[in-house]
């Protein structure tokens, strides 16, 4: 008998069906919406997934499944359960989910960022949290940073200079993604790819191409991504990642090349690539490692900061009251006679307040990134299966009006009443994660969002172009795993300050 396309089709999704049936009977999941065979809920998640999940949360309750395809996705929407997965049960669930472009990326989780919990994780993890990220470290490449932010003022009073004779707006962003792809490329390759003059060099022009192709490879809500058995109809071009791969490994080979004959020459430096050379043998570190963790700092810390900066002007332009007053403290402390520095910080308190409260109020990362159980575990009374994915929804928790007065107001003085950690001590606010996973460049992304944002108030008044009001500003977020704003900020800058204050002060680090 001949057996048709038909009649396999019919006989797996009765096996799924029955086996969704008794896993239904045997463990108790959390609630959440319908899923259908095979396809789960993927097609009734809206594309800003987290806005969908806090709506959904609503109507299920603060932990609920989500089928993504047949994978399990369990996503939490309390401070109670946030801090249940990140704290109570963190090294049960302290896995990561790799799509299938994540896992050819990471070589399977050879970096830190996909790595799974285990005994090459601790070890990547304790190179970041004793070598690279150590406050030492930070420290000596501060000059980095105060180079960069400089040149961003100088860019931005360039452009003002060329267009803002009749008000003429910018685009922030445009702006912030310099600082920041110079901020961490040079931080982690230790070279400023681009000249003063704006002009990428050969590596540069090389690295760019790179990051361009990597999204293009992106991450998918594909159906074959959560189907494992459907992964055959739809593969993948294994030749392009391939491809890909090779090119990612020449360009840092010469790149660490590079530095290893400066280092002969004139000892070690400080970025992440000096060091993790230096600190090869002595953590055993593969050079797919040593590859991983340095673009793995690429993909986490460039758009973390650009979107973080972004929304935290947004929401100054259309509260220019705290606007004044963040520059009203930046005179007092630093003057108008010199330019702001990171050793200003503990005395601009107001400043300090006005990055935690967008923080909350806009996380990059508004469902961190996914954890996955090594183990079965119970959360919030519920079964979770081995294998099964979770989501921390930070973006909702920070909204919760069971947790924060006034959730949706933009205020900073929230901050001032009461002394909230954001690095992952406190669970009501979580852009950083918490537990073991908790973002390693934390402290760093602070001082960078913060030595922005002082900057960019600090030397210019900002609002928004002539006939915009506060009401016409787009605050809705593009779909994908970081938040950047739906639609670029655009803003009218007027220096504020003495000319001379305007330059960039450029290091040789
Ligand atoms: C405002 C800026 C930033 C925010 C909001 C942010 C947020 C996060 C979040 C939510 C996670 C996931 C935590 C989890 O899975 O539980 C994470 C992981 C990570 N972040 Fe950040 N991040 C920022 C900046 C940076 C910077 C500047 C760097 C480095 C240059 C960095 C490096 C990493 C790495 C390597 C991981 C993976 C950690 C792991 O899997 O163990 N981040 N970040």
């Not at 008998?1 to 009977?25: E, G, H, K, P, Q």
């Not at 204050?501 to 680090?509: E, F, N, S």
Request: charged share 25%; net charge neutral.
């Amino acid at each position: 008998m001949a057996v048709s396309f038909f009649d396999v089709a019919i006989a797996v999704a009765a096996v799924v069906v029955a086996a969704t049936i008794w896993l239904r009977l045997r463990v108790k999941l959390p609630p959440g919406p319908r899923p259908w065979p095979v396809v789960g809920n993927l097609y009734d998640i809206q594309p800003v997934r987290f806005r969908c999940f806090a709506d959904w949360a609503a109507r299920y309750g603060p932990i609920m499944s989500v089928w993504f395809g047949t994978t399990l996705n369990v996503v939490v929407s309390s401070s109670e359960l946030a801090r249940e997965v990140l704290k109570e049960k963190d090294q049960m669930l302290a896995d990561r989910p790799r799509s299938r472009s994540a896992a050819r990326f990471s070589r399977d989780g050879k970096d830190l960022i996909w790595a799974d919990y285990g005994p090459h994780y601790v070890k990547v993890r304790k190179v970041c949290n004793l070598e690279l990220f150590s406050p030492k470290r930070l420290e000596a490449l501060r000059p980095i940073r105060e180079d960069e932010v400089t040149a961003m003022v100088e860019s931005i009073l360039r452009e003002v200079s060329r267009t803002d004779k009749n008000g003429d707006h910018l685009v922030v962003r445009n702006h912030l993604s310099g600082v920041a792809f110079n901020n961490i490329t040079r931080l982690a390759f230790g070279k400023r790819f681009v000249s003063s003059e704006g002009v990428l060099d050969s590596h540069g022009s090389e690295f760019k191409a790179i990051v361009a192709n990597g999204l293009k490879f992106g991450a998918s809500l594909s159906l074959a991504e959560y189907v494992s058995w459907l992964q055959w109809m739809f593969p993948l071009d294994e030749e392009a990642y391939a491809k890909h791969g090779a090119r990612r490994d020449r360009l840092t080979r010469a790149i660490m090349e590079e530095h290893s004959q400066a280092r002969k020459k004139s000892g070690a430096r400080q970025h992440f690539v000096d060091a993790l050379i230096t600190l090869q043998e002595k953590y055993d570190l593969s050079e797919d490692t040593i590859i991983g963790l340095l673009w793995d700092m690429i993909t986490a810390g460039m758009d973390t900061t650009v979107i973080s900066v972004e929304w935290a002007m947004a929401e100054l332009v259309r509260n220019p009251g705290v606007q004044e007053k963040a520059q009203e403290e930046l005179d007092r402390v630093v003057g108008r006679d010199r330019v702001m520095t990171e050793a200003d910080f503990p005395n601009l308190p107001y400043l300090q307040c006005v990055v935690k409260e967008s923080l909350r109020l806009h996380p990059p990362t508004p469902l961190m990134l996914p954890h996955k159980a090594s183990t079965k575990v119970k959360i919030g009374g519920y079964d979770i299966p081995k294998g099964s994915n979770v989501h921390v929804n930070v973006w909702a928790i920070a909204r919760d009006p069971a947790m924060w007065k006034d959730p949706l107001k933009f205020a900073p003085e929230r901050f001032e009443e009461e002394d909230i950690d954001i690095r992952g001590h406190d669970f009501r606010v979580l852009p950083f994660g918490a537990g073991r996973r908790v973002c390693p460049g934390a402290q760093l992304g602070i001082n960078l969002v913060q030595s922005m944002l002082g900057h960019l108030l600090h030397h210019f008044r900002w609002r928004l172009p002539e006939g915009v009001s506060v009401g016409e500003v787009d605050m809705m977020e593009n779909p994908g795993m970081v938040a950047f704003m739906h639609t670029p900020l655009q803003a009218v800058a007027t220096p504020r300050l003495p000319e001379h204050l305007y330059k960039r002060l450029p290091v040789d680090m």
